[in-house]
């Protein structure tokens, strides 16, 4: 019997995979997004529930003059295009996770990207705080909610959260949240945190 989620296969042909449980019936979205070599790839990969879709493609020596690879010397390739993810909520709800390239060349995706999220997950690396300038900018001017997620390295230095905030220019309502991007159990805490923070404000922007 072929699954809900596929078409009738004739005989002896292979049935159409069931992506999704056929009882899901609506689907949101977060943008994971951030500088070059932030992590976003490694935190959609440790969020999502399937083998994630990824537009990596290798660095050539022509991105040596525009792509800082300074602390990244093991950074051999970049997305292009978007890094996928799902995380099947429950029964009925599944979340996707759309992973957004670095580079302000692959800006020009980022409308389509980020059409119809709920929230954007904007990763910062504190060695190198100010390459997230731009991101944040773009997400403000797109009026798109967001939290700052900082991805901790070893060698990742500690700010005390009035200043870090003051340095990045965040309005006070922007959480700023910690995670090991690497760690599942901390991307899964920082994703909590960030979709309680949405639940929180729409409840707050219902009331008034």
């Given at each position: 019997?072929?699954?809900?989620?596929?078409?009738?296969?004739?005989?002896?042909?292979?049935?159409?995979?069931?992506?999704?449980?056929?009882?899901?019936?609506?689907?949101?979205?977060?943008?994971?997004?951030?500088?070059?070599?932030?992590?976003?790839?490694?935190?959609?990969?440790?969020?999502?529930?399937?083998?994630?879709?990824?537009?990596?493609?290798?660095?050539?020596?022509?991105?040596?003059?525009?792509?800082d690879l300074t602390?990244?010397?093991?950074?051999?390739?970049?997305?292009?295009?978007?890094?996928?993810?799902?995380?099947?909520?429950?029964?009925?709800?599944?979340?996707?996770?759309?992973?957004?390239?670095?580079?302000?060349?692959?800006?020009?995706?980022?409308?389509?990207?980020?059409?119809?999220?709920?929230?954007?997950?904007?990763?910062?690396?504190?060695?190198?705080?100010?390459?997230?300038?731009?991101?944040?900018?773009?997400?403000?001017?797109?009026?798109?909610?967001f939290a700052v997620?900082?991805n901790t390295f070893?060698?990742?230095?500690?700010?005390?959260?009035?200043?870090?905030?003051?340095?990045?220019?965040?309005?006070?309502?922007?959480?700023?949240?910690?995670?090991?991007?690497?760690?599942?159990?901390?991307?899964?805490?920082?994703?909590?945190?960030?979709?309680?923070?949405?639940?929180?404000?729409?409840?707050?922007?219902?009331?008034?």
């Amino acid at each position: 019997m072929a699954s809900a989620n596929s078409a009738e296969a004739p005989a002896g042909a292979p049935a159409e995979p069931q992506y999704l449980p056929a009882s899901v019936q609506g689907a949101v979205k977060i943008l994971v997004t951030g500088p070059f070599g932030v992590g976003k790839t490694t935190l959609v990969g440790s969020l999502s529930e399937i083998t994630p879709l990824r537009t990596e493609e290798t660095m050539t020596a022509a991105s040596s003059g525009v792509d800082d690879l300074t602390g990244r010397a093991g950074k051999t390739t970049t997305t292009v295009a978007l890094d996928f993810g799902r995380i099947t909520l429950n029964p009925r709800l599944a979340l996707y996770l759309f992973g957004t390239p670095g580079q302000q060349r692959f800006w020009p995706l980022w409308d389509d990207l980020s059409r119809g999220a709920l929230g954007a997950i904007a990763m910062v690396d504190l060695r190198r705080p100010d390459e997230s300038f731009d991101v944040l900018g773009r997400l403000e001017e797109q009026q798109i909610p967001f939290a700052v997620a900082v991805n901790t390295f070893p060698d990742t230095p500690s700010y005390p959260e009035e200043e870090l905030r003051s340095a990045l220019d965040l309005l006070p309502d922007v959480p700023i949240l910690y995670c090991d991007a690497r760690d599942r159990r901390a991307a899964y805490d920082l994703l909590i945190d960030f979709v309680s923070h949405l639940h929180a404000t729409s409840v707050l922007e219902l009331q008034r």
